[in-house]
């Protein structure tokens, strides 16, 4: 049944009434105050409540009349971690502590001040960066004593293999601001493998070997607990920290993302990292995606594992559809992590007046989605029309090409 223009404001005109009556019920509550009220369901909410947070997740506090049953938290927002701060600049993390069903994938978001340090380090699990703000320099040595060095700025990439180590400084003019993602949930910044650290609990003598000069030699080496992010002199221009003699990696580190041509739609766009564009990224495939106002990223799933996002900028909601019945709605923001399980089908819609950017990220090796549109445009249409009994306007109007992001 088609609704008429006089029906849908009659309904407006409704649900505005209920708001405002439910309202004038909550003391104190500051104009557009949100309650968890539809005509005919639920009621209002006398308090105490957060209303800040309730403005925030309005998809939460009063959710579509298509979410119903249980679905796990599928949000955490950055600005709620721990902030742990340095000398040389910050760090804080989302990982499984923070959000419980992330089993395969952890976040820290890192600021180095201009000369900041990220220690000398390895670790267990691949390590996976998109570059936020500012410029760095980062280095690394292989197993085999291949060394690799690079400048990377807004946009880019980095991928070090669990194992390698590695180090990353803040440049001028203001130092940077990155994401960094490891291929495990349980990842904690905190057990990383720190070189000083490994010093301090070396007997002197051991080093005095392994080195070949004097023990004596090593009475300076500071705590560990002075260093992990510390400010050191900004370096001179790359090639000044190119190592002579030394072999470069065989593959890349660092990949300009930007420099890509990403799939575009009127719409949005769509920029794909994985294996095939990176070879260096084995355990992380990554797309950065841009909806404008009133754009959507489309009706989909991910046919090989979980999704991790990090927003960048802007405001959207999420929709997700677990099966048997079960479908959530989340709102994210600026900094907020969301996360889809592997085969939930979802979509992310633009809910703001300005461009919403997003990070989707997966521990594999390959990028893979699959179109609820396309699916459906490449299935015979008798099947389709008699599952679904659509209308001929639908069935002429699907799609068989990508459209990973469509208009309102």
């Not at 902030?83 to 978001?109: C, H, P």
């Not at 564009?277 to 404008?292: D, G, H, K, R, Y």
């Not at 099966?323 to 992590?337: C, E, I, K, L, N």
Request: proline share 9%.
């Amino acid at each position: 049944m088609s609704l008429s223009r006089r029906t849908v404001l009659s309904t407006a005109a409704v649900g505005i009434a209920t708001v405002a009556a439910a309202n004038a019920q909550t003391p104190n509550a500051p104009a557009g105050t949100p309650q968890p009220t539809r005509p005919g369901r639920g009621g209002t909410d006398p308090g105490p409540r957060n209303v800040p947070l309730e403005l925030q997740n309005p998809d939460i506090y009063v959710p579509p009349a298509t979410d119903h049953g249980t679905v796990a938290n599928l949000k955490f927002p950055f600005s709620q971690s721990h902030m742990r701060l340095e000398r040389g600049g910050w760090t804080r993390q989302v990982t499984e502590r923070e959000l419980g069903i992330s089993k395969n994938i952890a976040g820290v978001d890192m600021r180095l001040n201009t000369g900041g340090v990220r220690e000398l380090h390895w670790h267990k699990a691949a390590e996976w960066a998109y570059m936020l703000y500012g410029r760095a320099r980062i280095t690394a040595v292989d197993q085999d004593g291949r060394n690799f060095a690079d400048d990377v700025g807004v946009g880019d990439l980095w991928y070090f293999p669990a194992g390698i180590p590695h180090s990353i400084q803040g440049l001028e003019p203001d130092g940077c601001e990155f994401l960094l993602v490891f291929d495990d949930g349980s990842f904690s910044e905190d057990n990383t493998f720190l070189i000083s650290d490994w010093f301090k609990h070396v007997p002197p003598d051991v080093l005095a070997k392994n080195f070949g000069v004097p023990a004596s030699s090593f009475a300076s080496t500071p705590d560990p607990s002075e260093l992990y992010i510390f400010p050191l002199p900004v370096p001179g221009p790359l090639a000044s920290d190119r190592i002579p003699g030394a072999s470069p990696v065989p593959q890349s580190f660092s990949h300009r993302l930007m420099a890509q041509d990403p799939i575009r739609t009127k719409s949005g766009t769509v920029r794909i990292a994985d294996s095939k564009n990176f070879p260096a990224s084995i355990t992380i495939a990554a797309a950065l995606v841009e909806i404008l106002p009133g754009g959507m990223r489309e009706l989909h799933w991910h046919p090989n594992t979980d999704e991790w996002q990090y927003y960048i900028e802007g405001q959207g909601r999420m929709g997700v559809f677990a099966s048997a019945g079960d479908a959530r709605t989340f709102d994210y923001q600026a900094g907020d992590v969301g996360f889809v399980p592997f085969a939930m089908g979802h979509y992310i819609e633009n809910t703001g007046s300005t461009p919403l950017r997003f990070l989707e990220m997966f521990k594999s090796s390959y990028y893979a989605d699959v179109s609820l549109n396309r699916w459906m445009a490449l299935t015979p249409p008798e099947l389709v029309q008699g599952t679904l009994k659509l209308d001929a306007t639908v069935m002429s109007a699907l799609r068989k090409g990508p459209a990973p992001v469509v208009p309102a």
